[in-house]
């Protein structure tokens, strides 16, 4: 009997921990960037992988896809990262060494995506996020039409 209720248990508590399992969610890709100052422009400096040292760096993405980006501040201002057409933003971080992230599914299409700091983007802080098939002049079109 207690064999039984000790089987039972096991069972139980092997149905609530694989519910728990499929409700975690995936992150596919992560992309960390640095906040720098660049001939006189603020820019972001991608961190690690393939896009180690670029400056303001295209990330990509397959569509529907689950992304997190990082962003380090370097010490050089206030600094957010803003994906304004589907409408994800960053907290702000103001001080040296201070991170924030966003983790989000871009959207089930090939499409171009602006990201830009609230603060700094006329500075030159901005880049884009290219999900699936979608090319980095897609983005010109998008915001100058």
Known sequence: MRLMKFGAFI???AGILAACAQATTVV???YVLTTALRDGNFVYLGVDGA???VINPALHAEPGERITVMLVNSGEGTHD?????IKVRSDTITKKGETTSITFTVPDADVAIEYHDSTHEKLGMKGILLVGAAAESEAAETSSG
């Open 11 to 13: 069972l139980l508590l």
């Open 28 to 30: 596919n890709t992560e």
């Open 51 to 53: 896009i180690n040292g």
């Open 81 to 85: 990262i803003v994906f304004d057409s």
